[in-house]
């Protein structure tokens, strides 16, 4: 597989305190299938479907205190060091500073001005993705920010996006590219009206499904539970869940679409 460019959402995974639930939940919502777990890197154990992988799943790391699940989406960098650098100039924090793992690739964990944590990921014998953009795979992203003028400026500094604005009075929404037609993230502003105060700004990992009613009702059967639809829209039908550790996600039938495409600008 060619070396996806530069700021491309290339990788995900999420820590989870009882990986097993996680296993169970993802399993039946996502149709995921799991590797063996990796006992020299933390227990990191992959997820797949149809054989080929699609995310992964990991303990908490010891001594980080209490753990929060949450996804955490990577994008790709050519050089993680660099990358770093480039974070750190445009007034992001690096948490974690850049490691290797094995010889699998490079990582760093990130933060953007407005608070949105994030991955880095050089691809070594691991290059991300195997699977996307269809069910039970990572198929989009959006950057959702309390300061979006910040967030906007950070991203396309970092990795070097051309955007473009949805014309529409009632939201706030960007997409960036890296200069193909295909959008790589969107960017969604999060407004006090919709978002509780004490929820800050992150980035929402959608993943495909053959039907998102469907998809809800595993999920509040298996104890997740719905925070946003089901609404249709010209890109799909999606929803947003949490998982009953906690972590967010959104799933999304591309199939199912409903009104004309928006105007971008």
Known sequence: MAARPEGTPVWADAAFTDVEGAKTFYGEVLGWTFGEASSEYGNYTQAYKDGKAVA???PPMPGEGEPVSAWCLYF?????NATARKISGAGGKVLMEPMAVGDFGSMAIAQDPAGAVFGIWQGGTHEGFELEGEPGAFTWAEVFSREPEKSDAFLTSVFGYNTKTMVDDNVDFKVFDLGGEMPVLGRMKMTTEDF??????????????????????????LGGRKVFGPMGTPFGRFAALVDPQGAAFAVIDTETTEGDMPEMV
């Not at 790709?76 to 993680?80: G, L, P, R, T």
């Open 196 to 221: 509780p105060p004490e929820i800050p700004s992150y980035v929402q990992v959608y993943f495909g499904v053959d039907d998102c009613d469907e998809a809800i009702a595993k999920a509040e059967k």
């Open 76 to 80: 790709a960098s050519d050089d993680v």
């Open 56 to 58: 992964a799943v990991v």
